[in-house]
């Protein structure tokens, strides 16, 4: 079931649009400025963004740039009383994936959300994706993402972290690790390991905490 976000400063349009998007099947969280899309974002998955431009705190065009940094693949559709073609170019220039003026017939809206999801399905490729909170593995572009920050982690690392987000809830023996991420023609020793968890900690930040260390076994990623 896709789930929207839908975004806008005026609470009758956000429940209008909320009506139409669940009748028609989908789930719908709500943020009534660009701050608080933005958190949003950062901390949820989302398969479409329904955005106004003219908000407070932080407008649209400045929330959809600051959700394009880390993410290129969500499908934007733009809010706005504004029609004029320099609005829409810009809009589009920020990596907006379709424009409605207001005022708009909310039956419109939707089949255009259902044409933006279908295209964006039909052009982007098998997509895997770990999300928690606001840690973000994408396995696919082989990248990391923090709370909307883009880790550079080594190479190991990378391994090391997909193995384990992979086989998370599992008890994973130092043996297993050692053998799954360097290979078994790997010739040194656990601080090899332990130097690897203690640097992927760190790049994980807040999200440390998913790494459990069991004592005398392993490790285990739990999330």
């Known amino acids: 079931m896709p789930k929207l976000l839908v975004v806008d ?23 009534d400025d660009g701050m608080e899309a933005v958190r949003m974002f950062k901390k949820g998955a989302y398969d479409l963004i329904i955005m106004d431009v003219m908000m ?15 993410d290129v693949q969500t499908p934007i559709i733009m809010l706005s009383a504004r029609g004029e073609e320099y609005d829409r170019i810009h ?26 999801l279908k295209r964006a399905a039909a052009r982007a490729p098998a997509r895997e994706v770990y999300r928690y909170e606001g840690l ?25 972290l997909f193995y384990m987000v992979r086989n998370r809830g599992i008890a994973l ?6 053998t799954n ?15 690897h968890i203690k640097l992927l900690r760190r790049s994980l930040g807040p ?6 260390t069991l004592r005398g076994v392993g490790y285990r990623f739990e999330g």
């Open 9 to 31: 400063d005026e609470q009758n349009i956000r429940s209008m649009i909320r009506k139409y998007a669940e009748f028609d099947g989908y789930t719908v969280d709500e943020a």
């Open 56 to 70: 407070p705190e932080l407008d649209g065009f400045s929330a959809c740039r600051e959700i394009r940094r880390s």
């Open 91 to 116: 809009g589009f220039e920020l990596g907006v994936d379709d424009y409605v003026v207001k005022p708009f017939s909310p039956r419109e809206l939707m089949m255009r959300v259902s044409a933006v």
């Open 136 to 160: 973000q593995v994408d396995f696919t572009a082989r990248m990391v993402f923090v709370d909307g920050e883009q880790k550079d982690l080594s190479p190991k690392e990378y391994d090391l």
């Open 173 to 178: 023996t130092r043996e297993s690790l050692i």
């Open 181 to 195: 991420v360097w290979g078994y023609d790997f010739y040194g020793d656990d601080r090899t390991l332990d130097t």
């Open 207 to 212: 999200y440390a905490r998913l790494i459990v």
